[in-house]
Each structure stands twice: as C-alpha cells, then as structure tokens.
T-cell receptor, first 114, second 114 residues
Framework: DAMVIQNPRYQVTQFGKPVTLSCSQTLNHNVMYWYQQKSSQAPKLLFHYYDKDFNNEADTPDNFQSRRPNTSFCFLDIRSPGLGDAAMYLCATSRIRGGSTEAFFGQGTRLTVV | SQQGEEDPQALSIQEGENATMNCSYKTSINNLQWYRQNSGRGLVHLILIRSNEREKHSGRLRVTLDTSKKSSSLLITASRAADTASYFC??????????????FGQGTTLQVKP
C-alpha cells in the first residue's frame, strides 16, 4: 500500500508558468519534507514542516513556496519555473520519535520545463 | 553547513564481493541513516544508527559510526546484482530544536556486475 503518494509522477510545464506538485500521506506523520534532486546529485532539502511549523532552508529560492493545509497533504508551488528548476522533486514524511527521523519517501515527481 | 560527504562517488564490483561506502559529516548529530535509491525512484530507508551506537547490523548490511571522526561506513556483504543503486547517508543535526531536519550526503553509486 502506498504510504506517501506524489502526483503527478511526471509534470511538464512551460517556462514561467506556475506549477504545483502535490504529496499526500497515510502515515499520520507530523513532519513532511520537500527535496529537489538533480541528476546524479543528492536530494537537496528545500523546506520542511514540523506539524504546522514551516522551516525554510536559507538557500531555497523565493520562487519555491509550500503549503500544508492539513496533516495529510503538502504542496510545492513553483511560481515561475525556470529551466534550472527541472529536477526530481521528492516528498518525504517522518514522525519524530525518540530523536529518530526515519523518513518515508514518495516516488517523486519529475519536472520538465520547456 | 553541509552534512554527509560520501566516498567513493562510484563503485563497481562483481557479484559476491563486499561493497564499502563511507560518509563524513560536519556537525554533531542525533543519528545517522543510510538510504538506497534505485534509478528514477524515491529513497528507501535501510538502517539507522544512533549517536551512542558504534555498530549495527541488518541482514547483509553493517553500519559503523565513529562520532570522534564524524564518519560512518556502510558495508554490503555478498553483493548481488539487485544491490545496484545509489546509496546516501543522511543526518539530523543535534542541538537544534529537533525539527526533524534531515540532510543528505552526495551519495555513492554502486554497480554490481553479474
């Protein structure tokens, strides 16, 4: 059973056209993450939520925004995608327990900017 | 500050051989985790080792942690072609408010030849 679901798996958007990626979870985890991963690179943390508290990474461009309307859903909004934003976007969840942050990942959304 | 540098970047071995990957980090941590990623997919959690542990085993996996050197190693014994994947270490920094922030290293791409 899928526990962290990302939609769509593949997204093509036009240069400068806003795009939203979605993530849902059935694990009731309190932490949700968005990572950007470019080819042959490590996942780069964009931001994460601890419950409703939003934590933005200092080097995440303003072009990237996120919303978490409830525990189960989290969205990544790219306001004006550039060619450099083409990447795999990974959503993950975890439940902080005894200092452990084991993360569960979705299958990712591969974003192409044309 | 960046967590989790890994070496080697790429490793190619024959089936049946052991594979060792190393990870170094910069700040104090609560725990260190290893993840596996098949090409174009999400990451899958393999094993977690806490900062007060030195070694941990899970099946064919053996992880060591040396907090004095801020380094960890992942050993895969008796490798199989199905072990071909990228392997990443991830750390959560100690001393913060423990928001669940999880940072990944650069990863090692392992190829196991049949």
């Amino acid at each position: 059973d899928a526990m962290v679901i990302q939609n769509p798996r593949y997204q093509v958007t036009q240069f400068g056209k806003p795009v939203t990626l979605s993530c849902s979870q059935t694990l009731n985890h309190n932490v949700m993450y968005w990572y950007q991963q470019k080819s042959s690179q490590a996942p780069k943390l964009l931001f994460h939520y601890y419950d409703k508290d939003f934590n933005n990474e200092a080097d995440t461009p303003d072009n990237f925004q996120s919303r978490r309307p409830n525990t189960s859903f989290c969205f990544l909004d790219i306001r004006s995608p550039g060619l450099g934003d083409a990447a795999m976007y990974l959503c993950a969840t975890s439940r902080i327990r005894g200092g452990s942050t084991e993360a569960f990942f979705g299958q990712g959304t591969r974003l192409t900017v044309v | 500050s960046q967590q989790g540098e890994e070496d080697p970047q790429a490793l190619s071995i024959q089936e049946g051989e052991n594979a060792t990957m190393n990870c170094s980090y910069k700040t104090s941590i609560n725990n260190l985790q290893w993840y596996r990623q098949n090409s174009g997919r999400g990451l899958v959690h393999l094993i977690l080792i806490r900062s007060n542990e030195r070694e941990k085993h899970s099946g064919r996996l053996r992880v060591t942690l040396d907090t004095s050197k801020k380094s960890s190693s992942l050993l895969i014994t008796a490798s199989r072609a199905a072990d071909t994947a990228s392997y990443f270490c991830a750390t959560d920094a100690k001393g913060s408010s423990n928001t669940g922030k999880l940072i990944f290293g650069q990863g090692t791409t392992l190829q196991v030849k049949p």
